[in-house]
Nanobody
Framework: QVHLVESGGGLVQAGGSLRLSCAATGNVFKVNDMHWYRQSPGKERDLVASSARDGSTTYADSIKGRFTIPRDNAKNTLYLQMNSLKTEDTRVYYC??????????????WGQGTQVTVSS
């Protein structure tokens, strides 16, 4: 069984920084694409950034230049480094990943979500 374990959320003042982590644990053969999403209550979950296994990345316009998503394939871990945080970044952040359990089978998984609150 595979789990995506998130950590690193919390409360920070506007202009500050936080780093989230998402580790794929359990029966992991290989992790392919990994993503960060975020969601406000009552709204849809929005894609924040994506990381392919080869290191290529894409970012939503709303966070370009402020967030980066370094990745450690040896640890099956994706990070979300958030700098210059704004109050509008306050959301629950979710990790999503395509995880292979062997050479032939892969499944999509979601993390449990972690709250990020940015105060003014």
């Amino acid at each position: 069984q595979v789990h995506l374990v998130e950590s690193g959320g919390g409360l920070v003042q506007a202009g500050g920084s936080l780093r989230l982590s998402c580790a794929a644990t359990g029966n992991v053969f290989k992790v392919n694409d990994m993503h960060w999403y975020r969601q406000s209550p009552g709204k849809e979950r929005d894609l924040v950034a994506s990381s392919a296994r080869d290191g290529s990345t894409t970012y939503a316009d709303s966070i370009k230049g402020r967030f980066t998503i370094p990745r450690d394939n040896a640890k099956n871990t994706l990070y979300l480094q958030m700098n210059s945080l704004k109050t509008e970044d306050t959301r629950v952040y979710y990790c999503h990943a395509d995880v292979q359990v062997n050479r032939n089978y892969g499944f999509n998984h979601w993390g449990q979500g972690t709250q990020v609150t940015v105060s003014s």
